[in-house]
């Protein structure tokens, strides 16, 4: 399934008066299936809120997020659940992955909380993590894998369901250079093999130059949206 994100005057307040905080202010952009795009920019400057409000985890202040030309932003609970659930993959910087469990079975978990058939989900899982390259280690519990290991094991279950839009909070924060990279790579390979939607919050310029877009926040604005070296 394609899907076209569409984000107008998104803006998420904290707060009021003297006290507000703007996180996000008056932030428009256009991306669409196929494409990988990084959001960059110093701590404090409003990306994981931005991806947050994405992702359907928060309610905008102000403006509108299209997915298809559906309004996530007004959403009820249950619906917000519902298009988290079924239409986004979401990779944590902390992969809060279940860690008694091996990286098979945290991907077969998603299936057993969506429904849907044992049979076809074993056969995704076992599809993902050939993909990523975890077959020989996928039987391994969660703490007898490396950094690495654990991100894409986090990337296998963020696409298990199939979602729409897959987002990726700064996935690289505890790796080095070349295990960040293979984790980057990995995903981006996933999201464009797939025609799925890619955003990711990162640190990183090098990370940031393998997407095709870079969108740069400061204090909460859109400074400036320009080509990666993926582009």
């Not at 025609?195 to 990370?207: E, F, W, Y």
Request: hydrophobic share 40%.
């Amino acid at each position: 399934m394609t899907a076209t994100l569409e984000v107008s005057h998104l803006s998420k307040t904290y707060g009021s008066g003297d006290e507000a905080v703007h996180a996000v202010c008056d932030v428009s952009f256009t991306i669409h299936s196929g494409e990988f795009a990084a959001i960059v920019g110093p701590s404090g400057s409003g990306k994981t809120t931005l991806l947050a409000m994405l992702g359907g985890l928060l309610r905008p202040s102000a403006g509108s997020i299209l997915v298809n030309g559906r309004e996530i932003g007004a959403l009820t609970g249950g619906e917000a659940a519902a298009y988290r659930r079924e239409s986004v993959g979401y990779v944590f910087q902390a992969n809060n992955l279940v860690s008694y469990l091996t990286g098979r079975e945290n991907l077969l978990l998603i299936q057993f909380i969506a429904g849907g058939s044992r049979k076809d989900a074993t056969r995704r899982a076992a599809q993902l993590l050939e993909e990523l390259g975890l077959t020989k280690r996928a039987d391994a519990l969660v703490t007898q894998l490396s950094g690495g290991e654990r991100q894409r094991v986090a990337i296998g279950r963020a696409l298990m369901n199939d979602p729409q839009l897959v987002l990726v909070d700064e996935p690289t924060a505890s790796l080095d250079s070349i295990r960040g990279r293979q984790v980057v790579q990995s995903l981006i390979d996933e999201v464009k093999g797939r025609g799925k939607l890619g955003i990711m919050v990162t640190h990183d310029p090098a990370m940031a130059a393998l997407a095709d877009r870079v969108l740069e926040l400061h204090d909460g604005e859109l400074q400036g949206v320009t080509n990666g070296g993926g582009a």
